[in-house]
């Protein structure tokens, strides 16, 4: 089994409906991530915790909340979908928060806004 | 603010030739460095990583980087590339803010 788990693995959806996508990991860290990989832009940070009561805003939040119900489990949100939201999502853990860690990711959903 | 370039969008090389893809980064301090892969339709994994030490770093799959400070580099090579290397790759600086920032990726094409 994966060690961070991502569903759906794809999922497609109309402008305006709310959609979640979910994480969970088996790896215990406490740092969870979520980034969106858009052709040509690379990575971007979307929202990261260190903990479960530790929530931040990343690059690119706006659009976009999340939700850590436990270590091993945090989900984005997207309230109102809109075509550019289009892209394809990862979510990552590691173990600490200091910037020279290893992050673990998961193998990704493709979202489509149509 | 942190930030990596990637110069190169796309690279193709033939089977057994050598490799080299470009990353500079812009970090006011030390720079923590990696290398991340991403083959089709999987997430991303760590290829190699420099924090401090020698500059020329050994990853997995033969792959190896150079940290050079003067020029704010962090390229990566191997030297005979296999048509499993096919993918795209990303390098990151950390140590800031406690994240990571990738640069845009190189996607890289192997012809037989």
């Known amino acids: 089994d994966a060690d961070v788990t991502q569903t759906p693995r794809n999922r497609i959806t109309k402008t305006g409906k709310r959609i979640m996508l979910e994480c969970s990991q088996t790896?215990?860290?406490?740092?969870m991530y979520w980034y969106r990989q858009d052709p040509g832009l690379g990575l971007r940070l979307i929202y990261y915790?260190?903990?479960?009561?530790?929530?931040n805003k990343g690059e690119i939040s706006d659009g976009y909340s999340v939700s850590r119900q436990a270590q091993a489990k945090f989900s984005l949100s997207l309230e109102s979908a809109i075509p550019n939201q289009t892209a394809l999502y990862f979510c990552?853990?590691?173990?600490?928060?200091?910037?020279?860690?290893?992050?673990?990711f998961g193998s990704g959903t493709q979202l489509s806004v149509l | 603010a942190q930030s990596v370039t990637q110069p190169d969008i796309h690279i193709t090389v033939s089977e057994g030739a050598s490799l080299e893809l470009r990353c500079n980064y812009s970090y006011g301090a030390t720079p923590y460095l990696f290398w991340y892969v991403q083959s089709p339709g999987q997430g991303l994994q760590l290829l190699l990583k420099?924090?401090?030490?020698?500059?020329l770093v050994q990853g997995i799959k033969g792959f190896e980087a150079e940290f050079k400070r003067s020029q704010s580099s962090f390229n990566l090579r191997k030297p005979s590339v296999h048509w499993s290397d096919a993918a795209e790759y990303f390098c990151a600086v950390g140590g800031g803010y406690q994240k990571v920032t990738f640069g845009t990726g190189t996607k890289l094409q192997v012809i037989p």
């Open positions: 790896k215990g860290h406490d740092r």
């Open positions: 420099y924090f401090s030490g020698d500059t």
């Open positions: 990552a853990t590691s173990d600490a928060g200091t910037g020279r860690e290893k992050l673990f």
């Open positions: 915790s260190f903990d479960v009561k530790d929530i």
